[in-house]
């Protein structure tokens, strides 16, 4: 077997190939130089593919243990490019750099002369004594080694336990083991992309600056095959960020020695808890040991990215503002699968049954089911890492005046706007990186045509044609498809059909041509919004101009102002601002950019004044003949999450209070289940067109930008037992009949309503117009008034009361969040899109 046991050359200016056999790398430079600035795409070959099975080669099989175990080669894991890792006392020394953090003693010193100022007010200790300073001295010294010793138990469970190399190795090839039987062919990465990765890793260790691994986060695999990557090129290990949820016995122990770091899901008010958080990271970064987290928070169950979660990052960013730490480097990462193993148990979350708490029967029942599944390959990029400090420093000369303290000072208002800026614009800028180095997967593309044709089903030429159309379209707008050598399309297709099975995809055999159709559509969905992010620009303009299309017609009937087309898509953009990660060029650059692109692809036709200005815009003759094909796909990307938000303003028509319960405030949860049951009844009665729309995330993220909005407001109890409430802010709450206490179809509501409802697709069987206003309105009253009845329920039964009115407190802290988020809307302000 050719192979190499040698240390990649982190010198070499050219990108190799890698060559893989069995679990061997061979580097073969091929005079391929680093590609040119706006490059895409790259040589990607396999990384890692599967073992030896003890029951067809045993001989084979014994010999790759004994290569681990012996710690042969680049198996033995020395030499790393990075800080060392792995060696035994590596514990007992990080928790003596995160116990002597001058941050962490600092504080605990102020806890403790807090405490103690605290006794004083309270008689426990007598200021009359004589010996009163010696005994408050005492008194201060023992809180501090209570505390002391309550930080090091905290540190001794979160911090990462890097100890053992034959720990390492072990877990290496077990964890490979079941991964290469899932994913059976392999984990593939771009060639270019790791000799860049290497040089920047190399560069770093000598500064010792930290790299921070910022990856997509679709599945648990995605952790582990970025582990997988930096072990089998030699990497130092990042330390991840991992939530408690998953320290659960035997588990927890194996993921905290494998590289996790864990954390509690929420910090509430623990100032100790945060501040230990802040010293192990800055202990971290200060020593250049590699970091991973993801910028989602949780996994995505929609198959798109989620908006960023800035806890983590926030304390990234206090290590380089305070100056703790120099700099480090941040390198995005996406991670895309050709079928992901948890997609399965994302639909039941998403249509509205409870997460399962993580447990050791479920980690072991599932570890041994993937041995059996062929779900194709994982594809991990990574974008070009860039420097932080810079980064900051850029957006820090962006800003006027920068207030004082923007590490400390979390309570100024000036500052927390400032912090949210910047994390914002980082947070976004990272999940663009990700996005520009995504690989579309062939399930991908499959999952993406079938949902958005006319039509049952399609035949096998038809389906080929479309993925191809598809893929030129994805490299058009600057993406990558997944490589497959020189196989033809045909084979591809057939690939990712087979690994999507029969339970998503089926086939009618016995027909002029075997015909595909979708079977599970809202788990297909899932690999659909896998491509939705080059083509959103494409799909809100078409779904600004179905506001004229869907009245039919002749062509002159069809044609939209370009003024009206502008409106419409930027209510678009804005209501979609927290479902879609947009470009900053700005509303009219991306519009002129967009139809720019859609005039040369024969769509649309763009009417012009005597001064070249876009005055008109309507569907071409061309696409007209081609039966709209390439529009409508447009309009089926976006037509089910229009559906869900249409849905979510529905529900909201609901809240509208009626006699006694004005000041009432309702539970968010139940509001937002509330919301869900009345998708899944429209559906089956025919106003919904997509079942999609009932989607859990989807309906959270309207409910979200509606609170940004002030349409509704949202309180927060202190009492972690007591959940969120939530009340239609006045403003927004539709009329009633005076005689009959029926909900009325006008008002601001009811427009804001009907204005998506102008976007949403006809459907022969959806009845539009009277119904929507009178027996939807009685369906979504009826709702509202139940939950109006289990909030008066709840604050006078149970063991633990909900209050459905605000105390005076809440009422200020609310009056307060409203402000705040006025001033900040206006900060915002500009176009999403």
């Known amino acids: 077997m050719a192979g190499s046991d040698e240390p990649l050359d982190s010198t070499n200016n050219s990108a190799p190939d890698l060559q893989i056999l069995g679990d061997e790398i061979t580097l073969q430079p091929g005079g391929y130089l680093e590609p040119e600035k706006g490059a895409v795409e790259g040589k990607e070959e396999a990384l890692m593919n599967q073992f030896a099975s003890f029951r067809s080669e045993p001989l084979q099989f014994l010999r790759e243990v004994s290569l681990y175990v012996s710690g042969q080669g680049w198996r033995a894991y020395d030499n790393v490019i990075g800080q060392p890792v792995y060696y035994p006392g590596f514990t007992q020394n990080m928790t003596s750099m995160v116990m002597s953090a001058p941050l962490l003693q600092k504080r605990i010193s102020q806890l403790a002369e807090s405490r103690v100022a605290v006794e004083e007010n309270e008689g426990l200790l007598n200021k009359g004594d004589k010996d009163y300073a010696t005994k408050r001295a005492q008194r201060r010294v023992a809180l501090e080694n209570s505390l002391q010793e309550v930080a090091e138990k905290l540190t001794d469970d979160m911090i990462c336990k890097m100890e053992s190399k034959t720990f390492i190795r072990g877990a290496y090839y077990m964890v490979t083991q079941l991964l290469t039987r899932a994913y059976h062919q392999g984990i593939h990465v771009s060639s270019e992309e790791v000799l860049r990765l290497r040089k920047v890793a190399d560069l770093a260790a000598k500064k010792k600056q930290s790299i921070v691994f910022l990856p997509s986060h679709?599945?648990?695999?995605?952790?582990?095959?970025?582990?997988?990557?930096?072990?089998?090129?030699?990497?130092?290990?990042?330390?991840?960020?991992?939530?408690?949820?998953?320290?659960?016995?035997?588990?927890?122990?194996?993921?905290?020695?494998?590289?996790?770091?864990?954390?509690?899901?929420?910090?509430?008010?623990?100032?100790?808890?945060?501040?230990?958080?802040?010293?192990?990271?800055?202990?971290?970064?200060?020593?250049?040991?590699?970091?991973?987290?993801?910028?989602?928070?949780?996994?995505?169950?929609?198959?798109?990215?989620?908006?960023?979660?800035?806890?983590?990052?926030?304390?990234?960013?206090?290590?380089?503002?305070?100056?703790?730490?120099?700099?480090?480097?941040?390198?995005?990462?996406?991670?895309?699968?050709?079928?992901?193993?948890?997609?399965?148990?994302?639909?039941?979350?998403?249509?509205?049954?409870?997460?399962?708490?993580?447990?050791?029967?479920?980690?072991?029942?599932?570890?041994?089911?993937?041995?059996?599944?062929?779900?194709?390959?994982v594809d991990v990029r990574f974008h070009e890492p860039w420097s932080l400090r810079k980064f900051i420093d850029e957006q820090l000369t962006r800003i006027p005046n920068v207030p004082r303290g923007l590490d400390t000072d979390h309570r100024n208002p000036a500052v927390r706007a400032v912090r949210e800026k910047i994390l914002r614009t980082l947070g976004y800028k990272v999940l663009g990186d990700i996005n520009a180095v995504s690989v579309v997967m062939p399930t991908a593309l499959i999952g993406t045509v079938l949902l958005t044709l006319r039509g049952r089903g399609v035949g096998k030429q038809e389906l080929i044609r479309r993925v191809e159309w598809l893929t030129a379209r994805v490299r058009a707008k600057g993406g990558r498809v997944a490589h497959f050598g020189n196989a033809p399309l045909s084979e591809i297709v057939d690939r990712g059909l087979e690994v999507l099975g029969k339970d998503l995809v089926g086939v009618v055999d016995g027909l002029a041509e075997p015909t595909y159709y979708a079977v599970d559509r809202f788990q297909l969905s899932f690999y659909r919004n896998m491509t939705i992010h080059l083509f959103i620009y494409e799909a809100l303009v078409s779904a600004a101009m179905y506001t004229r299309v869907k009245r039919g017609g002749g062509p002159s009937m069809q044609v939209i102002d370009f003024e009206e087309l502008k409106s419409t898509v930027f209510f678009l953009s804005s209501l979609f601002r927290g479902e879609f990660i947009f470009g900053s060029a700005g509303l009219d650059a991306n519009l002129e950019k967009t139809l720019k692109g859609l005039e040369a692809d024969r769509i649309v036709k763009l009417?012009?004044?005597?001064?070249?200005?876009?005055?008109?815009?309507g569907l071409s003759d061309d696409e007209r003949r081609a039966g709209r094909e390439n529009y409508d796909f447009y309009c089926f990307l976006i037509w089910p999450f229009i559906e869900a938000s249409w849905l979510a303003a529905v529900s909201l028509m609901g809240l509208s209070p009626s006699g006694d319960t004005t000041e009432v405030w309702v539970e968010q949860s139940k509001a937002q289940n509330s919301a869900q049951l009345l998708g899944k009844t429209l559906y089956h009665q025919g106003d919904l067109s997509y079942f999609e729309a009932v989607n859990k995330e989807t309906l959270k993220n309207s409910y979200t930008r509606f609170e940004e909005d002030q349409m509704v407001h949202v309180v927060k109890a202190k009492d972690s037992k007591i959940p969120p409430r939530m009340q239609l802010d006045p403003s927004w709450r539709p009329p009633r009949d005076p005689e009959t206490g029926a909900l009325l179809a006008e008002g601001k509501l009811w427009d804001f309503t009907e204005k998506i409802a102008s976007c949403r697709r006809e459907g022969k069987n959806r009845r539009d117009g009277a119904t929507v206003s009178s027996r939807v309105l009685r369906l979504t009253d009826e709702l509202g008034r139940q939950l109006f009845e289990q909030a008066a329920e709840g604050a006078k039964a149970g063991k633990q009361k909900i209050p459905n009115r605000l105390s005076r407190e809440e009422e200020e802290t609310l009056n307060k969040t409203v402000g705040e988020a006025r001033r900040r809307r206006k900060m915002r302000g500009k176009p999403n899109l």
């Open 218 to 377: 679709r599945s648990h695999v995605d952790y582990v095959s970025l582990q997988l990557i930096c072990y089998r090129l030699g990497l130092t290990l990042p330390v991840v960020v991992a939530g408690d949820n998953l320290n659960f016995p035997v588990v927890g122990n194996f993921l905290q020695h494998a590289g996790a770091m864990w954390i509690r899901r929420s910090f509430g008010d623990d100032a100790l808890y945060s501040t230990l958080v802040q010293s192990y990271i800055d202990t971290l970064l200060q020593q250049g040991y590699n970091f991973e987290c993801f910028i989602e928070g949780g996994r995505s169950r929609t198959g798109k990215l989620l908006p960023p979660k800035f806890g983590i990052l926030s304390f990234v960013l206090d290590s380089i503002l305070s100056g703790r730490v120099e700099d480090t480097i941040i390198c995005p990462v996406s991670t895309q699968y050709d079928k992901v193993i948890e997609t399965e148990g994302y639909v039941t979350e998403l249509l509205g049954v409870p997460k399962k708490k993580e447990n050791l029967a479920d980690f072991l029942s599932g570890g041994s089911s993937v041995l059996s599944l062929k779900l194709g390959r």
């Open 607 to 617: 009417v012009k004044d005597e001064k070249g200005n876009v005055v008109q815009v």
